[in-house]
C-alpha cells in the first residue's frame, strides 16, 4: 500500500517536470479534459504550454479558451507565437476578445498590435478598455528601439508627502493593475519624479512616516527617447528591478520592469553577433523563419563584400602582370595564410572592441588610449606570431611541406629542388637554404606589418563609427576583411620586392 | 529673490546629476568633508561613486572608510573594483573589517575572496561571523560556471504550513538579512523544495490562509551543478525574478537573484563574442587588462589557425606544380574572393547557430531539420550571389578591371589581349569573349558550390559541438575557415580542370 502511494507519487513527480507535447493537448482536447487543462495551467510554466499549443489547429486553441476560465489563460496567451495569437483575435467574439485582451498588460498588448494587420488591431483597440486604448495609442507613437517602446503606463506612483500606511492601503487598491508593487515611484508637488520607495523599506517603515523620508534618492531615470542599448546598459549597470521613464519635464510617464529589460539585453546581443557574423538581423525567431527570409537575410552582405573583394582581385591581377608569380611561384602559396591571419588578429581586435562599446566599458572619448594599449599589444602578438612563423614556414620547407619548385645555379651547375625534401638528403648548397630562409623571413616579416597594421585599424574602424554615432558591429568586421586584405597583399610584395630585388 | 532660488535649485539638479571625478573625491577628503561624503552617498548610485574612487590613493580610500558610517559605506566597498577591496582589507583593524565584511552579503564576500592572495583571504574569513563563513565555505567548493558558485545562501525558506500572517511577521524579523524578500521559498514536511510564494500574493492574501494554498507550483529549479549559461536560459524563458537551486535530496539550498542572473547572461554573451572572435576569453573587464595580458588572450588561436593554414599552402603549392597558374595567371586574382565569399557564407550560418544554441532555440536534436532548413536557403543563397558573381566578374574582365593576361591565337593569327579593356574597342574575336565567359562561369559555379559547402558545414560544425556537449562558439569559426579554404581550393581547380581541359 505504501509502496503503491510512492509510486503514484514518483509518477505526479515525473509528469510535472515534463513539458507538454502538441500530442498531449490535442488528446486532452478530444477527450474535452477541461479539468486535465486547469491542472496544466497550474503545475506547468505557461510559456511551457504555449510552445505546444503553438502548432495546435486553430479551432483547437480556440476550444481551450472558450473551456478554461480566463483566470487561467490570461498569462498563456501572451507567451503563445504571433500566429497563434492572430488566430484567436481572428475567431472570438467581441465579449471574448474584451475579457482577454483587458487580462493583458499594456506594454504587451501594444507589442502584439503594432505586428498585427490593421483590421485584427482594430479589433483588438476595439476590445481594450477606455484607459488601456489610450495608454496603447500613446505607446504606439514612440519610435522602435527607445525606452518609449518597451515601457508600460502600468505602475504605482505617490506623492512624497504620503503617509506609509497610506501607501500600503493603496497598493492593496490598485497594487493588481500594476506590473510591479516591489518599486514605487515618487513624484513631488510640481509633478516632477523625485525617488523610488522600494516594497521591502515599506514594510520595515513606522506606518506614519512619509515616503520622502524612506525614498532613495540615489536613483537613475531615462527619457522616452533614450536608446534601448542604453537602457540594458542602466539595469546591467545599477542593478534595477524597474526604471523610470521620463518627459521632457521630468515627468514620470512609463517605468521598464526587469523582464523587459532582459529581452531587451537578449536582443541587443543577438543583433550584436548577428551583424559579426554579416547577417541582417531579423526579430523573427530563427526557427519561424523561412528559408526564403533567412536567405534573405544573408545575401546582402555576401554580395557587398564580393563587390568589395573586386579591389583584392585588382591588385593581385596588377601584380601578376609584374611576372612576380612566375619567378617565384612559392610566395602565392602563402597568399590565404597571410591574409587569414591579419584578418584573424584584426577580427580579435575588433570583436572586444565591439563588446567593450556595447557594454559601455569606454567609449569613443578613449580612443587614444585605448589605440595605444592595442598597438603595444600588436608589438607583442605580431613578435611573437612572426617569430613563430618563421620557424614554421622554415620547416614546412625543408621538410617538403611546401615544394620550393626553385631551380638553382650555383658556379656552373645547375640544382633543381622542385619536389625537394629534407627526407631526400640534405642538400647544402649556397643557393636552397639561403632562398628557403629568404622566403620565411619575407611571410613572417610580412605578417608582422600586416598584424601591427590590422590590429590598429581593427581599433579605429569600431571607435570611429561610435564617434559618429552608428553601429559599430555593422560596418566594422566586413570592411576590415577588404582593407586587410588589400594592405597585406601590398605589404607582401613590397617587402618580395625589397628581399628579391631582382623581380623588382 | 525667487530667481535666486530657482538658480541655486538648477546647480543643486546639475550636481546630483553628475557624476563624481576622481578629482571631486579629492578635494572633499583634503577638506575632511564627511557630511560632503554622507550627502554623495545619499544622492549618487554606489556605482558612480566607486568608479571615481578606484583610481584614490589608498590612504585615501581608507580614510573614507573611517569617516563615513558604515550604514553609507557597505554597498560602495562591493562596487570596488579588486584592487581597491585588497587594499582596504590589507589597511583596515580587525574590528572595522569585521564591521564591514558582516554588512556585504555572502556571495558577493566569496566572489572577492576567490580571487584574493590568501592571506588576505583568510583575514576576510576571520572577520566574518560563524554563519558566513560556514556559508563562504560551502559556496567556495562549488565549481567555477555552476549555479552553486553564484547562488546566495541568504533567503526565505517557510515551511507550506505557515499562516501568512506568520510569514509577514518573519519577514519583517528576518527579512533584512535575505537577499530577496519579493520571493518565499516554501518547502513541505520533508523538507523538499515544493513551491514559492511572490510578496504581493502575501500582500493580498487572508491572514488566516496558509502558504500552500496562494503558492505557485509551476516554479522551476536548478541543482547546484547546473551550467550558467543553462542559469541564464532559465531567467529569461520564464521571466524569474528569483530561482531556487536545489541538492540531489529536492532541498533547497540556495537562491539566484536575478541581478546575478543579469551579470551572468551578460558574461556569456560577452564570451560567446570574444570565442567567435577567436579570443581566449578572459574575466578581467578591458579597461584593466595590460596590454600582455591582452596579447596572451589573442596569440594562441592565431598560431592554431595559422598552422591549420598549412593544408591551404599545401594545396595551392600543388597546384602550382601542376602549371595551371602558368597558363591561366587571372585564375589566381580570384582565389581571396572565393575564399572570402564562403568564408562569409558559412560564417553567417554558424554565427546563427551559435546564437540559437546559446539561447536554447533549438538543440542538436534538430540538427535534420536545420540542416535541411539551411541547404535550401543555401541553393538561393548560392543562385543567387553566384548570378551576380556572373555579371560582375564578366563586367570586370570586359572593362579592364582585371586583366586577363591573355594570348589567343586564332586561324594562325595571335591576339594579345594582355592590358585589353573595353575602351580599346571591343575586339570580338573567337577566343577573348569565350575565355572571358568561361571564367566567369568558373569562378561563379565555384562560388555556387562553395556557398552550399559551406553552408552545410556551418551548420554540422556548430550542432556536432553541441552534441558531444562542447562549446560551439569555441571551435566553429575557426574550424570553418580552414576547412573551407582548402573545399575552396580543391573544388575550384577541379571545376577549372573540367572548364580548360587543356591544363588538367
Same mark, same amino acid.
Given at each position: ?6 509510486? =503514484? ?20 482536447? /478530444? ?33 481551450? *479558451?472558450?473551456?478554461?476560465? +480566463? ?8 507567451? /503563445? ?19 482577454? =485582451? ?36 500613446? !505607446? ?5 528601439? $527607445?525606452?518609449?517602446?518597451? @515601457? ?40 516632477? *519624479? ?7 523599506? /515599506?514594510?520595515?517603515?513606522?506606518? %506614519?512616516?512619509?515616503? +520622502? ?7 537613475? %531615470? ?41 529581452? #531587451? ?8 553577433i548577428a551583424k559579426m557574423s554579416g547577417v541582417v538581423s531579423a526579430e523573427t525567431p530563427y526557427m519561424e523563419m523561412s528559408a526564403w527570409k533567412n536567405a534573405k537575410q544573408c545575401i546582402p552582405w555576401i554580395v557587398i563584400l564580393l563587390v568589395l573583394g573586386t579591389f583584392t582581385t585588382m591588385v593581385l591581377n596588377r601584380l601578376e602582370s609584374q611576372q612576380i ?5 612559392? !610566395?602565392?602559396?602563402?597568399?590565404? &595564410?597571410? @591574409? ?13 572592441? =565591439? ?5 559601455? +566599458? ?9 589605440? *595605444? ?27 617538403? =611541406? ?8 650555383? +658556379? ?8 625537394? $625534401? ?33 590590429? %590598429? ?5 569600431? @571607435? ?9 558591429? !555593422? ?5 576590415? $576583411? &577588404? #582593407?586587410?586584405? #588589400?594592405?597585406?597583399? /601590398? ?14
Amino acid at each position: 500500500m505504501a509502496d503503491e502511494e510512492r509510486k =503514484i507519487e514518483e509518477i505526479e513527480e515525473e509528469d510535472e517536470e515534463r513539458k507538454p507535447t502538441t500530442e498531449d493537448l490535442e488528446e486532452m482536447i /478530444l477527450r474535452h479534459d477541461v479539468n486535465g487543462f486547469r491542472e496544466l495551467f497550474i503545475n506547468t510554466p505557461d510559456i511551457d504550454i504555449a510552445e505546444a499549443a503553438n502548432d495546435l489547429e486553430p479551432k483547437d486553441l480556440i476550444w481551450v *479558451f472558450r473551456a478554461v476560465e +480566463s483566470k487561467y489563460t490570461a498569462g498563456f496567451y501572451d507567451e /503563445l507565437n504571433q500566429e497563434a495569437k492572430e488566430n484567436l483575435v481572428k475567431a472570438l467574439t467581441d465579449k471574448e476578445l474584451v475579457q482577454l =485582451i483587458n487580462a493583458q498588460s499594456v506594454d504587451d498588448v501594444t507589442d502584439t498590435i503594432s505586428e498585427m494587420p490593421a483590421n485584427l488591431a482594430s479589433r483588438v483597440l476595439k476590445a481594450a478598455d477606455k484607459d488601456m486604448r489610450r495608454d496603447i495609442n500613446q !505607446l504606439l507613437n514612440y519610435k522602435d528601439d $527607445t525606452a518609449g517602446s518597451i @515601457m508600460t503606463t502600468e505602475y504605482l506612483e505617490f506623492r512624497d508627502t504620503t503617509t506609509v500606511d497610506d501607501a500600503i492601503d493603496e497598493i492593496r487598491k490598485r497594487g493588481k493593475d500594476a506590473e510591479t508593487i516591489y518599486t514605487l515611484f515618487i513624484k513631488n508637488a510640481k509633478r516632477e *519624479f523625485v525617488g523610488t520607495v522600494d516594497l521591502d523599506d /515599506l514594510i520595515w517603515a513606522k506606518k %506614519s512616516q512619509k515616503l +520622502s523620508e524612506i525614498m532613495n534618492r540615489d536613483v537613475v %531615470s531615462c527619457s522616452t527617447s533614450t536608446d534601448q542599448e542604453e537602457v540594458g546598459q542602466l539595469f546591467r549597470r545599477y542593478d534595477l528591478n524597474a526604471l523610470a521613464v521620463l518627459n521632457e519635464d521630468d515627468r514620470l510617464v512609463g517605468i521598464i520592469t526587469i523582464d523587459d529589460a532582459v529581452d #531587451v539585453m537578449t536582443q541587443e546581443s543577438s543583433e550584436d553577433i548577428a551583424k559579426m557574423s554579416g547577417v541582417v538581423s531579423a526579430e523573427t525567431p530563427y526557427m519561424e523563419m523561412s528559408a526564403w527570409k533567412n536567405a534573405k537575410q544573408c545575401i546582402p552582405w555576401i554580395v557587398i563584400l564580393l563587390v568589395l573583394g573586386t579591389f583584392t582581385t585588382m591588385v593581385l591581377n596588377r601584380l601578376e602582370s609584374q611576372q612576380i608569380f612566375t619567378a617565384l611561384p612559392i !610566395l602565392i602559396a602563402f597568399i590565404p &595564410t597571410l @591574409m587569414d591571419t591579419s584578418g584573424n588578429a584584426g577580427g580579435q581586435t575588433t570583436g572586444l572592441m =565591439i563588446r567593450g562599446l556595447a557594454l559601455n +566599458s569606454f567609449g569613443p572619448k578613449q580612443t587614444g588610449k585605448i589605440l *595605444f594599449k592595442e598597438f603595444r599589444s600588436a608589438l607583442i602578438v605580431g613578435g611573437c606570431v612572426a617569430a613563430f612563423a618563421f620557424i614554421w614556414i622554415t620547416m614546412e620547407q625543408f621538410t617538403g =611541406i611546401v615544394d620550393l619548385g626553385l631551380v638553382v645555379e650555383t +658556379s656552373g651547375a645547375t640544382h633543381d629542388y622542385s619536389g625537394f $625534401t629534407i627526407w631526400n638528403g640534405l642538400v647544402w648548397t649556397e643557393g636552397f637554404p639561403l632562398h628557403a630562409i629568404t622566403n620565411s623571413a619575407l611571410v613572417s616579416v610580412t605578417m608582422f606589418a600586416a598584424i601591427v597594421a590590422s590590429k %590598429s585599424i581593427g581599433t579605429l574602424l569600431p @571607435m570611429g563609427a561610435s564617434a559618429i554615432k552608428k553601429d559599430p558591429a !555593422l560596418l566594422s568586421q566586413p570592411l576590415l $576583411t &577588404t #582593407v586587410m586584405d #588589400v594592405t597585406t597583399l /601590398l605589404v607582401y610584395f613590397a617587402i618580395a620586392c625589397l628581399f628579391f630585388p631582382a623581380f623588382a
